[in-house]
């Protein structure tokens, strides 16, 4: 595939700014020979008012309509070729086995979302019709409009230009102006023409999908600051997507901002646990933590125990076998730089023993960071909270809490998290409901005898959790509930029949389930 290294706007390649960055190959630190050219405000607003245009058509397109482009667009994602593939592991050094999974997982969600658009429920129809003192209401859901997209670095396909943002926003009837992460852009440029050939098979409007290259901020404030953009979908550091959050909340006329940012991922592991399992759990865990050289979100990157002799060897045990765990490849020089810096200002902390690690590795020829493992106490945790803070990469921190009640204060003083986990065996039940409970409160998934890595991509996912982790906790950014952050409810109060969107009409003509008086049925009124 010819790659142009230019902006895709509504169909169309664009390279009006002078300022370009190329693309660094992480294993080799080499950089490649093509120039990106970063967009200009006038061509990110150009790509906006496309996006604007192409909303006037799509929103009255069937759900039947939106889920073939869905799977178009699938196909020609798959007609990329193992050329993807090849491209995206120069850009990312992931390797190859996991590229191919994740490419698996992308196509995946748009058919998923295919399947959920043609069973037709999603749109949410609720009808209660007139009774003596109260009018006819009828709702459903709409998609909002253009929607901003922020693609991760960390996940090349699957939260990316055709992450599951991107899906969700199409899927809800939204066109989308994505900016491509700096870190792979060639990649994106392939994903963007394989968009392109699936807006022309599908007949859809050329501003259904644009996307923007930019290192740096300007690309992303000025599409932020646009009055054409209804919301903004983001993966990436809290800095990041706290800056972006605030930019859209000081918008003259503000939106939602659906923010995915750093998490810690908690995991909690009882003595009862230990004493039965200690040996799988510290490989299981060893696993969790460099998997992906640690660049997950659901990273466990915080283990809290109580104190004893068998919570000192399992910490033992975990440290000699992070420092024989082969030093990863780290995605690009800005993870390389950031995680130094997270580490080194976590060290500096008098509180913080390093086990193992705490240092880059001098003089490597690939980006890299080496396998960390830390220990403080519960003490230290609550008394700052800088301690939280997300390392990105194959870190964790042991927190060893004197007895039951130090590990209890201290969960409760954990911030918001994407998940969080409890180690335990099943003749503690009657003991563990109230830790259960408190974990809960911290974590949108709460994973039993597990690991937090490996995000299952089906209806009853949550991946979301309380501030920091996310901007909107009532969100998820994977499963097929991401739909509706880019749709809004609307009611019709006494609107007659024939001018009712065909969900809402008596008959029923789409046959689809609604809930009606009350009561779930797929049958007319
Ligand atoms: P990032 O710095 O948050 O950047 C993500 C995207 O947001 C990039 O396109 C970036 O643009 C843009 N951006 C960042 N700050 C902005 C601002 N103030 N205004 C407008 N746009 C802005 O994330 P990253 O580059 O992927 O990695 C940096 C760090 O983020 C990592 O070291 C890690 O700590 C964290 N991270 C966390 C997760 C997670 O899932 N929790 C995932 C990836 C990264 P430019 O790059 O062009 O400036």
Not at 64 to 85: M, N, P, S, V
Not at 173 to 195: I, Y
Not at 321 to 329: H, L
Not at 410 to 415: F, G, P, Q, S, Y
Request: aromatic letters at 8%; hydrophobic letters at 40%.
């Amino acid at each position: 595939m010819q790659l142009t290294g230019y902006n895709y706007i509504a169909g169309e390649t664009s390279a009006e700014g002078a300022e370009t960055f190329f693309s660094v190959n992480p294993r080799s630190k080499e950089t490649a020979d093509l120039p990106f050219h970063n967009a200009t405000a006038a061509e990110v607003a150009r790509a906006v008012e496309a996006a604007e245009a192409a909303f006037t058509e799509i929103r009255d397109y069937s759900s039947e309509k939106i889920a073939d482009f869905l799977d178009e667009i699938a196909e020609q994602i798959e007609a990329l070729g193992d050329e993807l593939l090849d491209c995206a592991d120069r850009e990312t050094g992931l390797g190859l086995p996991r590229l191919t999974g994740e490419r698996e997982r992308t196509t995946g969600q748009f058919r998923a979302f295919g399947s959920f658009l043609r069973e037709g429920s999603y749109l949410r129809p609720i009808i209660n019709s007139e009774q003596p003192g109260q009018p006819s209401i009828r709702q459903m859901q709409f998609p909002v409009g253009p929607v901003a997209i922020f693609a991760a670095s960390n996940f090349p396909f699957a939260f990316a230009v055709a992450g599951g943002d991107t899906a969700s926003a199409l899927a809800a009837g939204c066109p989308v102006v994505v900016k491509a992460h700096p870190g792979h852009p060639a990649t994106s440029e392939m994903f963007a023409q394989a968009f392109n050939a699936a807006v022309a098979a599908g007949g859809f409007p050329a501003g259904t999908f644009s996307m923007l290259q930019g290192n740096g901020i300007d690309v992303g404030q000025w599409l932020v600051a646009h009055d054409g953009i209804e919301a903004v979908g983001f993966t990436g550091s809290l800095r990041g997507g706290r800056a972006i959050y605030d930019a859209a909340a000081s918008r003259p006329r503000p939106v939602p901002v659906y923010a995915e940012m750093g998490s810690v991922n908690p995991v909690v592991i009882t003595g009862a646990a230990l004493a039965q399992r200690a040996d799988d759990i510290a490989e299981g865990l060893v696993a969790s933590i460099t998997m992906g050289t640690g660049q997950f979100c659901t990273n466990p990157g915080l283990i809290l125990l109580q104190d004893s002799p068998a919570a000192q060897d399992f910490i033992a045990d975990v440290t000699a076998k992070m420092s024989v765990a082969p030093a990863g490849v780290l995605l690009n020089e800005t993870i390389a730089r950031g995680l130094e810096g997270t580490v080194g200002r976590t060290v500096a902390n008098p509180e913080i023993s390093v086990l193992t690690g705490g240092e880059a590795i001098a003089d490597s020829d690939y980006f890299c960071f080496s396998n960390t493992v830390m220990q403080t106490t519960a003490a230290a945790i609550r008394a700052d909270d800088r301690l939280q803070v997300e390392h990105f990469g194959p870190v964790t921190l042991f927190v060893v809490c004197e007895d039951g009640a130090d590990l209890s204060a201290t969960v409760d003083a954990l911030e918001g998290n994407l998940t969080s986990t409890i180690h335990a065996e099943s003749d503690e039940l009657g003991d563990i409901g109230d830790l259960l409970h408190q974990l809960r409160e911290k974590a949108g998934r709460v994973i039993w005898n597990g690991f937090p890595t490996g995000v299952a991509v089906v209806q009853a996912m949550q991946h979301g959790g309380p501030y920091p982790a996310t901007t909107a906790p009532g969100t998820t950014s994977v499963g097929m509930n991401a739909i509706y952050r880019f749709m809004r409810p609307i009611a019709f109060q006494n609107v007659p029949d024939a001018l009712l969107p065909d969900p809402l009409k008596d008959a029923n003509p789409l046959g689809i389930m609604r809930l009606v008086d009350d009561v779930y049925t797929d049958g007319r009124l």
